[in-house]
């Protein structure tokens, strides 16, 4: 039996509040061996990262804490600041979620990856420089030496990232806690970073707690899971158990909302309702209200279940862990709608030509414009009444700008935009505005996208009111139709913005983009800023309105696995341009562009044991600048076909003998794409 | 309705701190004698020279001037001076001072830069040297001591109201309300306007003692509101004749002078913090989708 590394028990954590303390984390417990990964999943509220400061000592000391953390069986609850000090520098790494922010932007990166141990007198200031090169060196950073030399802002964010992992395992620490660690960074940039913390985790066998919302991150590094929920540790298992027979009735339900990338089609099944908060627990077991499997039985709301030894030698806390759900993962595919043939007799409703969206950079004491950013550069696509077209891509790559220049709150450099025949590019003001009328668009944020001092049904009518269409609608009774239709209710009138949750806010601003009754919808990451659990109700509701309205959406997404799900065909961005277009099924089973073959199998899939079965390509380096693409091909440069062609004339968009079209000069099936050229790519198996 | 929801509110959360609530209870106390002046008695004009420079006494509690006239009557009326100055400098100041700000801030370009360079050219001249300009122009009289004050407090009002729209402009509920075909007055005056309440209230009272100061400096300097109008700075100016002989009839405007300043100043800073956290007392937000 291996020794703990670190064991926690029965840790609580409480936040002041009024009337009474908030109890944030409530008795958890576990414990972490050498050489091992451990990953704790849960949605916001959960309690994940408060239970991951905690050990680290990170709490502000509003914060009151009681159990017991032994690192080496060393206690650290009431460990004295300084003691705490000692331990963070030497026992503990912290990987923080966001890169941007966690390196101080004055020092040289150099600087900081050994400030720590210089601090702690671990490390001779002389020798530090020559440490911090091996450590980038380490994280497989390249041009150590240089970039040593660089600050903060001269790294990017895939890179930064690199460099906190780097810092975090300096000091060759005890444990390493990494909370959300590639949450902020793109998908193909969050898969070279898991790479490289496993491998650093298999060099070091130092142990990991990796805290993460993402069901696809922990089937990829994870060896054991916990899934917190209110609080509580609800359920324990390996990572294969966790995934194939999960006891506890939220971990099932999770898996089941989740869209994924890597199956058929399905309806999702959303767990009702949203993630309890600290403020507001309910009496028993805190997941009783949304829960499927009790069925109606009084125990689960009188008293909260044990977390008690499952039959597959995890834990669960439910009393009824032993009924596993029957059903798995149904396969029930979701329509394609019947025009995603290009070419059908329908007039498309939206056709955009050869859009391009610049954005000069001005210089010097003339402020002349001598470069521009090419945020859109050349983007064409079609569509047809009914159905999503899709595009997708990495942060930078144009999509959003895209999507915002449809709609007019973007000034157009070049191409049109026709929408229903009509031309919107080079309308009068006034005739742009009622144009307008037919598309509307839903923010990403829905915490930012509702004017926070008007009440909600004010909200909803604005639209209505700027057209002066409020009465000829139907008013009030309109309104509330409306609300019933994004299944909200009518008794939430008079109610602010910030008293909805974010899914409810999300409704909201659907409701008011539906208000017009248009007929496109341009959908900007409608559920990118959402709880795992509430993305699948927002992208049924969406489904089903699309059914019920006969709407046809524009679909903005980064998430490989939300798009599949709501699609009818894709387009895939690289740098303002779109480089594969497909139907949905073409594009995802039968890629041709190798950055679309890249994206798909950097982006984590939410089942280990295919995950592990599943061929890698994990390409090299990030997004070029935008401001100076490379030439030719913009993918070439981490591109493992690209060839002289490539680098020298930009590919067209040409037929790729499926559904789609592809802007490659060697198009095909992932599989041919062994060796030759794999000096720039991994080929992992 | 609502809006008168949210003052209460927004006055309970402040007296529920203790500077800002002791400031509210005096300027409450010294509005209120100030509009009621005539209705209580006090006559700041009524002459009776054989007690003049008196201290206090049961009679007066705050003493005669030399003509013999009630200073706590004096200075109760010198509040009503003080107030309406303040009131029609500040409503000068914002009328003219919100919709450049507004204008500069929502449209950018152009338009920003001519506004905000002539902003800049009224910051440069001092306000007191201003409206003494301006009074030699006008004459001496209460307009245009309100008007001088109003003009030079165009410019922070103007700044910070830019300031609040050019980080409006950028949320997505902006956006949204162009997105779906709302002009851009519509945006500017439903919905940015209305957001930025918060910075212009409280400036509204940071200004209003400013004002009071500028208007008390004018009278002490003997270019204010003509007498025999009572006002406090020209009381401060004719008490300081008789330090020696009558202490309290200069220690009594300039005291009360210095507590308005201080109340309308504690008041403002209350405010900005009750504003910027809006819903510490009322129904807390979930916080899902945040990050945890």
Known sequence: ?????????????????????????????????EDEVLCIVGESGSGKSVTALAIAGLLPPTAKISGSIKLHGKELIGASAEEMRRIRGREIGFIFQDPSTTLNPVLKVGEQLTEAQVFHGLLPKGDAPARAIELLKEVEISGPAIRAEQYPHQFSGGMRQRAVIGMAMAGKPSIILADEPTTALDVTVQAQVLELLSRRQRETRAPIILITHDLGVVAETAHRVAVMYGGRIVETGTVDEIFAHPHHPYTAALLQSIPRHDLGDRRLEPIPGHPVTPTSL?????????????????????????????STGGTAACFFAGELPAERLSGVPRRVAATAAEGAAVKPLLEVTDLKVHFPIKRGLLQRSNSAVRAVDGVSFKLYPGETVSLVGESGCGKSTTARSIMGLQKVTEGTVRLDGQLLSNMSTAGLRKARRHMQYVFQDPFSSLNPIKPIEDIVAEPLRIHKLYDEFGGDKYIAELFELVGL??????????????????????????????????????????????????????????KELSLSYLFIAHNLSVVRHISDRVAVMYLGRIVEQASRDDLYERPQHPYTQSLLSAAPVPDPVRGRKRKRIVVKGEIPDPENPPPGCTFSPRCLRATDICRGVQPELTPTGFSGTAACYHPGPMELTAAPHAAQTELTP | MKRLHFMMRNIAALMGYRGPALALIFLTIVVLLAIFA???????????IIHALEGPSAKHWFGTDELGRDMLARVIHGARTSLVTAGGAVTIAAVIGVPLGLIAGFFGGWRDGVIMRVIDVMMALPGILFAMALIAVLGRGQIAALVAVGISGVPTFARIVRAQVLTLRKRDYVTAVESFGGSSTYNMFNTVLPNSWPPILVQIVVLSSVAILLEASLAFLGIGVPPPQPSWGEMLRAGKSFLHDSPTYAIVPGVVLTLTILSFDTLGRGLQTVLENPRRSSAKPTTEGAAS
């Open chain 1, 1 to 33: 039996m291996k020794q703990a590394i670190l064991s926690v028990t029965n840790l609580e954590v409480t936040f002041p509040g009024s009337p009474n303390r908030v109890p944030v984390v409530r008795g958890v417990s576990f414990e972490i061996m």
């Open chain 2, 38 to 48: 005539d209705v209580l008695g006090f006559d700041p004009f009524k002459q009776d």
């Open chain 1, 489 to 546: 209710s009518r008794d939430m009138f008079g109610r602010f913005p910030a008293e909805f949750s974010g899914g409810q806010k999300q409704r909201i601003g659907i409701a008011r983009a539906l208000s017009l009754k248009p007929k496109l919808l341009i959908l900007d990451e409608p559920v990118a800023a959402l709880d795992v659990s509430i993305q699948a109700q927002i992208l049924n509701l969406l489904e089903d309105l699309q």
């Open chain 1, 282 to 310: 309910p009496k028993g077991c805190s997941f009783a209200p949304r829960c499927a499997r009790r069925q109606g039985r009084e125990q689960c709301l009188i008293s909260e279940p044990p977390l008690e030894a499952s």
